[in-house]
């Protein structure tokens, strides 16, 4: 059973450089969504797909987009990492909306230097 | 202000006790609560779901006051293995927004 999976697990990038992170679900979920956890502040919701074919801002988008490549996987690039997107990265998924359970992969951790 | 807060902790108590944690959300157009449980560097998982009556799954029970918008978690006959952080999570449809809204998370330290 692999649910929900992101890679890499961790990355250290330089300021200025970009990069994509990876999340796939085999769970046949509709939604998908990208949030960014740092200390004291919770996770916060960068981008969701509703469903295939769809993407929507979140709370905190700016310097970030996202693909809906397919109805498994939805990926997150920062174009020009900056310090402040040095934070552990969460994709999750759920069935349809957000009424039912929201399932997490184990996360990424970046450091942008 | 947040649209969910909780406060932070550490809640630090011993095997055996009753620890309640609560949580206030801002957004009266907030549907749907949940509580999840996430361990030190993992990522959160449900932990139960919060219904207006109130709902009981073995030694945790969940509690909604939609008048005073805030929602409450007790866990009774604490163990060891209860350590972690709990994040109280609020769903609304408004805006055009329909995803989840965590809290910052309650941290609870549960000792011998």
């Known amino acids: 059973n692999a649910g929900v999976t992101q890679t890499p697990k961790f990355q250290v990038l330089k300021t200025g450089q970009s990069m994509t992170l990876q999340c796939a679900q085999d769970?046949?979920?509709?939604?998908m969504y990208w949030y960014r956890q740092d200390p004291g502040m919770g996770l916060r919701l960068i981008y969701y797909s509703a469903s295939e074919g769809t993407t929507d801002k979140g709370e905190v988008p700016n310097g970030y987009n996202v693909s809906r490549l397919n109805k498994r996987e939805f990926s997150l690039r920062l174009e020009s990492a900056a310090p402040s997107q040095t934070s552990v990265y969460f994709c999750?998924?759920?069935?349809?909306?957000?009424?039912?359970?929201?399932?997490f992969g184990q996360g990424t951790r970046l450091t942008v230097v | 202000r947040k649209e969910v807060e909780q406060d932070p902790g550490p809640f630090n108590v011993p095997e055996g006790a009753t620890v309640a944690f609560n949580c206030t959300y801002s957004?009266?157009?907030?549907?749907?609560f949940f509580w999840y449980r996430q361990d030190c560097r993992k990522e959160p998982k449900l932990l139960m779901s919060v219904y207006s009556s109130g709902n009981e799954d073995g030694r945790f029970t969940a509690q909604l006051n939609r008048a005073s918008q805030y929602i409450s978690l007790l866990i009774r006959d604490s163990k060891l293995s209860d350590s972690a952080t709990y994040l109280c999570?609020?769903?609304?449809?408004?805006?055009?927004?329909?995803?989840?809204?965590f809290g910052s998370g309650t941290r609870l330290q549960v000792q011998p």
């Open positions: 957004n009266s157009a907030s549907q749907s």
């Open positions: 999750a998924s759920s069935v349809q909306g957000v009424n039912t359970e929201a399932f």
């Open positions: 999570v609020a769903f609304a449809v408004d805006t055009g927004r329909r995803a989840l809204t």
């Open positions: 769970m046949n979920h509709n939604s």
